[in-house]
């Protein structure tokens, strides 16, 4: 091979390697709760917080089917709260679940799916 093919081969994987970094690097989910002590029945505000890409098509999962052993009473609108200077974009979903037992609980591992362009799908777990 000539340098030239050399050069454009190693440029190629460059291209790659920063797209599938620059996907990857703003990947982050994870529920906060305004009550972490509720009573029995007592409804509980869960947000959702994803930052991805600011391009990223998002798939989101039933929450009504996927919280167990939490109810889902109701579920809010997607929005964004924060751009930020790596071209990624926070996003909160709210929740509001309600727990019919007693005992420390966590919610379920839940999925998040996202993609970007012609770039695989990437999930997100979120526990």
């Known amino acids: 091979m000539n340098k030239r093919s050399i050069t454009v081969l190693v440029g190629i994987?460059?291209?790659?390697?920063?797209?599938?970094?620059?996907?990857?690097?703003a990947d982050r989910a994870y529920f906060s709760a305004d009550k972490t002590t509720p009573l029995i029945g007592e409804p509980v505000q869960l947000i959702l917080h994803l930052r991805v890409p600011?391009?990223?098509?998002?798939?989101?999962?039933?929450f009504k089917n996927t919280l167990s052993p939490f109810m889902v009473e109701n579920v809010g609108s997607l929005s964004p709260v924060q751009q930020f200077d790596d071209a990624s974009v926070e996003y909160e979903i709210p929740l509001q679940v309600?727990?019919?037992?007693?005992?420390?609980?966590?919610?379920?591992?839940?999925?998040?799916?996202?993609?970007?362009?012609?770039?695989?799908?990437?999930?997100l777990t979120v526990e």
């Open 54 to 62: 600011q391009n990223a098509q998002l798939a989101l999962p039933d």
């Open 98 to 123: 309600v727990l019919w037992r007693t005992g420390t609980y966590k919610t379920s591992p839940l999925t998040v799916s996202y993609q970007v362009a012609d770039a695989p799908s990437v999930n």
């Open 13 to 25: 994987f460059v291209a790659i390697f920063f797209q599938l970094f620059a996907v990857q690097a």
